[in-house]
Nanobody, 129 residues
Framework: VQLVESGGGLVQSGGSLRLSCAASGFTSERYAIGWFRQAPGKEREGVSCISSSTTSDGSTYYADSVKGRFTISRDNAKNMVYLQMINLKPEDTAVYYC????????????????????WGQGTQVTVPS
């Protein structure tokens, strides 16, 4: 299982970014894929999760802090998952990770999570105050 995040950067408050997660080594379309973030000195925070669209119902979930501003999507043909972020705020500053579980777990269990079996190296998002 390998997950590689990209797309982070420095963006002004109110700006947008699209994070990408490239999955390899497993049939990603059968798994739920999530995003979580971690800022310095803060606990890990679940951001979003998307269920499998082939073995589950493709449902999406968001943390209250990002609801209405972030959109998660997946392209099964490309083994990619995306996190579109708009109206970014300084409190969104963190390292963002995409993640999945080692066993076939098609759903998000009804919400966002912070505990997964696998995650990538992360991509930094910085929104100056």
């Amino acid at each position: 299982v390998q997950l590689v995040e990209s797309g982070g950067g420095l963006v002004q408050s109110g700006g947008s970014l699209r994070l990408s997660c490239a999955a390899s080594g497993f049939t990603s379309e059968r798994y739920a894929i999530g995003w979580f973030r971690q800022a310095p000195g803060k606990e890990r925070e679940g951001v979003s999760c998307i269920s499998s669209s082939t073995t589950s119902d493709g449902s999406t979930y968001y943390a209250d802090s990002v609801k209405g501003r972030f959109t998660i999507s997946r392209d099964n043909a490309k083994n990619m998952v995306y996190l579109q972020m708009i109206n970014l705020k300084p409190e969104d500053t963190a390292v963002y990770y995409c993640a999945t579980d080692g066993t076939v777990r098609p759903g998000c269990d009804g919400g966002v999570r912070t505990v997964y079996d696998y995650w990538g190296q992360g991509t930094q998002v910085t929104v100056p105050s």
